[in-house]
């Protein structure tokens, strides 16, 4: 059975899944439908693939079984109560949108497992979330990540303006120091990593982070420590940029595809 894919948002992230699953193989498969809020993105989409819908609304997805979300996190609150409703696949690149904006996180904690099974969250630019679950079987005492990106990648953000925060051209500066919750509410284009590991150990307050714009790097750099009663862990992860959005990881993109796949 072809499994149909609507796509919303059209960035890198967005690009990357519809070049892949329309370039692929991939009887399984589809894109259905495609939605932006830039008219020059929806009118090349019509061009170089006619056969895709464009949709009308964040919420014309009723012909897919599949719903991507590539935009920003206001766009996940948007569209979450109809995905429930409707009993569709959901797949959020805008994890953040889950712990820093009022409402979602609590509809999200409270969903039955059954439904939850169909929010597919993606590792996004970070992993090893088959050894945090297990750690889980005991418990976590901490979980800690501290993302480190160049300098470009946090150019034009409200929170460091408005905190008056000089990047500097020759040695890193520490953005930010607290909780995920927060760091998603500051950073929502460019810490998604922070809610997928908030989501998956202690949650949006006790989950620690710390963010730091470091102009030595080309990478987006995040390690994460998580304690427990079972051991001390560190996971590292040094990754590229993607070509068009230095906020983004080429990691980021392709989980979003893995996650597509294994539905």
Known sequence: M?????LIGLGYI?????????EEANENLTIQAVYDIDNVKMKDVAEKHPSIRLMQHVTDFQDCDIVVECAVQQVVAEVFDEIIKSGKHFVPMSIGAFISLPGLFSKYQKLAEIKKKNIMLPSGAIGGFDCVETIKLVGI????LQTRKPNRAFRNNSYIESNNIKLNEHSPVVIFKGNAKLA????????????RLALSTLGPEKTLVEIIADPSISKNIHAIEIESEVGKYTFLFENNPSPTNPKTSWLAALSAIYAIRSI
């Open 184 to 195: 998603a509410t500051y950073f929502p284009r460019s810490i998604n990593v922070a809610a």
């Open 14 to 22: 967005g690009t990357t899944i519809l070049n892949a699953v329309s």
């Open 2 to 6: 072809i499994k149909k894919i609507g």
């Open 141 to 144: 005492k901490s979980a800690k």
